[in-house]
């Protein structure tokens, strides 16, 4: 079945550098891929999307290309800082069914 | 907007008592989505509804769960009777139309502890 796999955290990094959280995917068909956020005590809230392949979704700083050649969807930021310490999930949907189906989620922690 | 709201955000109960979460969707949204969180399980998809008709209950993990969405502007889940592993973070969701438009707005959720 449609999965998704997300690299296992916690990922602890220091403000301003680089983030980098690999995700990847397995579909039979094509897929929407999304990276939602969970601040501490609250829900998800989408970050970004991408539609089909070579599509980039950006949005505060955070980029993702969806990569259908690696079935892959990492999330990159140049400089991250304090504010970004969350959750953040993988997740992935098809057309025909309307159903998210998330990776398991990998903890950012950003010390100042 | 107020976005989506759920409640009650915390609930502590006793084995065997019925639970019954609640859900007030984005004026609009035709899709309602519930989900469960645990640390062992991560985000599980329970159920959804499509203009208030449940479309995909295959997440539902047993016959003590039941959802229902008797209008556009309010869905239940509810579990009876309770046991403690059904302690979790209880999320409802809301989104409108298909296609490449669809995003899924989450709740705030609500924390069940079942002693």
């Known amino acids: 079945g449609d999965s998704v796999t997300q690299m296992e955290g916690p990922v602890t990094l220091s403000e301003e550098a680089f983030l980098t959280i690999n995700c990847t995917y397995t579909?039979?068909?094509?897929?929407?891929l999304f990276w939602y956020v969970q601040y501490p005590g609250e829900g998800l809230q989408l970050l970004l999307k991408?539609?089909?392949?070579?599509d980039k979704g950006s949005n505060k700083g955070f980029e993702a290309t969806y990569r259908k050649e690696t079935t892959s969807f990492h999330l990159e930021k140049g400089s991250v800082q304090v504010s970004d310490s969350a959750v953040y999930f993988c997740?992935?949907?098809?057309?025909?069914?309307?159903?998210?189906?998330f990776g398991s989620g990998t903890r950012l922690l950003v010390r100042p | 907007d107020a976005g989506v709201i759920q409640s009650p955000r915390h609930e502590v109960t006793e084995m065997g008592q019925e639970v019954t979460l609640r859900c007030k969707p984005i004026?609009?949204?035709?899709?309602l989505f519930w989900y469960r969180q645990t640390m062992m399980r991560g985000l599980e998809l329970l159920i959804y509804?499509?203009?208030?008709?449940?479309?995909?209950d295959s997440g539902m993990p047993e016959d003590r769960f039941s959802a229902k969405m008797p209008n556009a502007s309010f869905s239940t889940l509810k579990i009876q009777p309770s046991e403690p592993r059904d302690s979790a973070v209880y999320f409802c969701?809301?989104?409108f139309g298909s296609g490449v438009r669809r995003e899924q707005f989450f709740g705030p959720g609500t924390r069940l502890t079942v002693l």
């Open positions: 004026s609009g949204h035709d899709y």
């Open positions: 991408a539609t089909k392949a070579d």
């Open positions: 579909a039979t068909g094509y897929p929407s």
């Open positions: 969701a809301s989104s």
């Open positions: 997740a992935l949907d098809m057309d025909s069914s309307y159903k998210l189906i």
């Open positions: 509804f499509n203009n208030n008709v449940p479309i995909d």
